[in-house]
Nanobody
Framework: QVQLVESGGGLVQAGGSLRLSCTAS????????MAWYRQAPQNQRELVTT???????NYAESVKGRFTISRDNAESTVYLQMNNLKAEDTAVYYC????????????WGQGTQVTVSS
């Protein structure tokens, strides 16, 4: 079972920036599509962004142009640079691998809380 450890969240004013990190304990990291997800209070978990092993990225429309995902395969770490944060970005952020069945995943890390004050 993959262990995922997210960090870097915090409280920031609207317009500010944060950089999240996630380290995965799997030797398969370099072969996995990785993703960041988020869950706001009383909302379902949603997919924010993905990155392939080769670095091809995809973003939800709500974060496009503001968030940047990257990865370091040697360190089994994925990052999320978040700029121009908005109140609606407030959520617990999780990383995990991505496939089309992600909604059925039963193994998640503890997540990291991002709170944006307006």
């Amino acid at each position: 079972q993959v262990q995922l450890v997210e960090s870097g969240g915090g409280l920031v004013q609207a317009g500010g920036s944060l950089r999240l990190s996630c380290t995965a304990s799997t030797p398969l990291f370099g072969a996995l599509i990785m993703a960041w997800y988020r869950q706001a209070p009383q909302n379902q978990r949603e997919l924010v962004t993905t990155i392939t092993p080769g670095g091809i990225t995809n973003y939800a429309e709500s974060v496009k142009g503001r968030f940047t995902i990257s990865r370091d395969n040697a360190e089994s770490t994925v990052y999320l640079q978040m700029n121009n944060l908005k109140a609606e970005d407030t959520a617990v952020y999780y990383c995990n691998e991505y496939n089309r069945n992600w909604r059925s995943f039963d193994s998640w890390g503890q997540g990291t809380q991002v709170t944006v004050s307006s």
